[in-house]
């Protein structure tokens, strides 16, 4: 989401000279240097706003530790289905004038979950007559608490319990794209506080609902505020961030949503009560609130909407803050808003529509997100299904994306995007079809290639968030990036009943996202390279990207 120029081009000469690859460095009819010939060239290059507010520097700090914090209120709603709503073992109850003695006996078998026999007027069990739908259930009290004993969602109704979590999937593509289109006319801050404040309030409301409807309703709007939390925490870092520093926000997101993970599983065992588990997830948002006071609006945004004074104050006062010189801001401010003029202050996919490049962009991007994202929560609730126990498994798996967000950050900052992508992908998929191959009495080593399976796709997530931003301008990035977003979480809904596929048929689900992955990394190849490019500003600009990556493969 940043839109780099001079100071940017060296970040991404630095970047060049430690990959060895001379194509990272594209012009973008900016600089001296290098002229394409489907550029015009400019009488002086303009300033960018990633360049006036320079190298990483406190401000560009605070905003990362609140992608870490607010990786917390977000993990926690998009993971915490076997904590709120986890497998509970269950038959059916006797009905209330059975005067027998046995019937834990008769029916506690995997075939009595849903059905049992007849019990006549009489009290007495009839196993000659056919079975009968249970109307109520006895639940194993030694397990951990979830809604399902609550609301009894199991046999018929066990459809809800994987509802519980595609609502929020939900809740998250609807509030992906009304954040988005909201915070390119009002503001990229104005949004992200709305969004910390109702998911606030959304998240600890839930706890206190009385039945699973009105909880799911609940839930939804909570899920629909951490759509905002999560797109607009990173457009303002990444319109602030010079390109040899975007890698940081990967860092920020893939560390903070690492260690909530980490933490939930020993949360969710030391409440032993799922509604706590939920009011924890609202109340983690007030780590942010202190936070909404010290952030400033994005600059690029206030000057591509025209609202030129607010923008220098906005610049001002982030210099400041990261203890920068602000003499020569002044100076500088004509050929920003000269820059930012540019191109529409925001735009549709009307706008980007007649681009061809931009156009094919987007569309490949909606089918990366959407493979993607089932991949990511796929592997995130499968784990309760490899055997053994799922508290473990599940904080086994997650401890897979701390050195995920480690790697990925030399991955984002060092690799090709194209090329680092595929080939992760293919790993992903490889150890994905591996769990689906191993028998279930090999826990261990299904638990391991799940691990695998987790890292690979956390740093593809990761990348891929980066790489959406590289490719469209400032005038859309927003809204493209939500668009996608929207695409994702569309596919992720159908993430939680991957677990029930798993009853039916053990591999199934694991054979699935191996396929799914590796079509993925074929996709990709269509793509154009961005590392080290500035991010454009305009639909012209972002139309030339694919094309310049012709141009240099031909030596122009």
């Excluded at 457009?235 to 602030?240: F, G, P, Q, T």
């Excluded at 967000?405 to 790993?427: A, D, E, M, P, Q």
Aim: hydrophobic share 45%.
């Amino acid at each position: 989401m940043i839109r780099p120029v001079d100071s940017d081009r060296q970040a991404g000469r630095a970047s060049t000279a430690a990959t060895g690859t001379e194509d990272d460095i594209q012009d973008d009819g900016h600089q001296e240097e290098t002229v394409f010939l489907d550029r015009e060239p400019m009488d002086a290059p303009q300033a960018d706003v990633s360049e006036v507010v320079g190298k990483f520097g406190r401000y560009h700090f605070i905003l990362i530790v609140v992608n870490i914090l607010r990786a917390i209120p977000i993990g926690w709603t998009l993971t915490s289905v076997d904590f709120l709503a986890g497998d509970v073992d269950h038959y059916c109850a006797a009905p209330a004038h059975y005067n027998g003695s046995d019937w834990e006996t008769v029916v506690n078998n995997p075939d009595m979950r849903c059905s049992r026999y007849h019990v006549d007027e009489s009290g007495t069990l009839n196993v000659s007559h056919p079975p009968e739908a249970c109307s109520s259930w006895k639940y194993n009290e030694t397990q951990p608490s979830s809604a399902v004993v609550e609301w009894d969602l199991v046999c018929e109704r066990a459809w809800m319990r994987s509802a519980i979590q595609s609502v929020a999937f939900l809740g998250q593509l609807i509030g992906a794209l009304v954040f988005g289109k909201l915070a390119d006319k009002y503001g990229r801050l104005l949004m992200f506080d709305v969004a910390a404040v109702t998911m606030l309030i959304f998240g600890a409301a839930g706890s206190f609902a009385p039945v699973v409807e009105m909880f799911n309703a609940i839930r939804f709007l909570q899920a629909m505020s951490t759509a905002g939390l999560q797109t607009l925490s990173a457009a303002l870092y990444s319109e602030v961030a010079l390109p040899a520093d975007r890698n940081y926000l990967h860092l920020g997101m893939t560390l903070g949503l690492g260690i909530t993970q980490l933490l939930l599983p020993a949360m969710a065992k030391w409440f032993d009560n799922w509604r706590y588990v939920q009011l924890a997830t609202g109340l983690s948002a007030i780590a942010l609130l202190p936070f909404l006071l010290y952030l400033e609006e994005s600059p690029r945004w206030l000057l591509s909407v025209g609202q030129h004074k607010r923008g220098e104050r906005a610049l001002e006062r982030i210099l400041r803050k990261n203890r920068s010189d602000v003499t020569d801001l002044a100076k500088k401010m004509p050929q920003l808003i000269s820059k930012a003029s540019c191109g529409p202050p925001s735009a549709g996919l009307k706008d980007l529509w007649p681009h061809q490049n931009v156009r094919r962009n987007l569309f490949t991007m909606f089918l990366l997100w959407a493979i993607n994202n089932l991949a990511l929560f796929g592997i995130t609730y499968l784990p309760s299904k490899l055997g053994g126990d799922r508290f473990f498994n599940f904080t086994a798996a997650s401890s897979a994306e701390i050195p995920a967000g480690f790697v990925g950050l030399y991955v984002i900052r060092k690799l090709r995007r194209r090329n680092s992508l595929t080939g992760i992908l293919l790993i992903c998929s490889s150890a994905l079809l591996a769990t689906a191959l191993i028998p279930m009495e090999f826990v261990y080593i299904r638990v391991a290639c799940m691990f695998v399976a987790r890292f690979c796709v956390v740093i593809t997530t990761a990348t891929m968030w980066v790489f959406t931003m590289e490719l469209f301008p400032t005038s859309i990035r927003s809204f493209a990036l939500s668009l996608c977003f929207f695409v994702g979480r569309t596919s992720a809904a159908l993430a939680p009943f991957l677990r029930d596929l798993a009853d039916y048929y053990q591999p199934a689900p694991f054979a699935l996202l191996a396929i799914l992955t590796a079509i993925c990394a074929v996709l990709l190849r269509i793509t154009p390279e961005t590392l080290g490019k500035p991010l454009p500003d305009t639909m012209t600009e972002a139309d030339r990207i694919g094309k310049e990556d012709k141009l240099s493969k031909l030596g122009v």
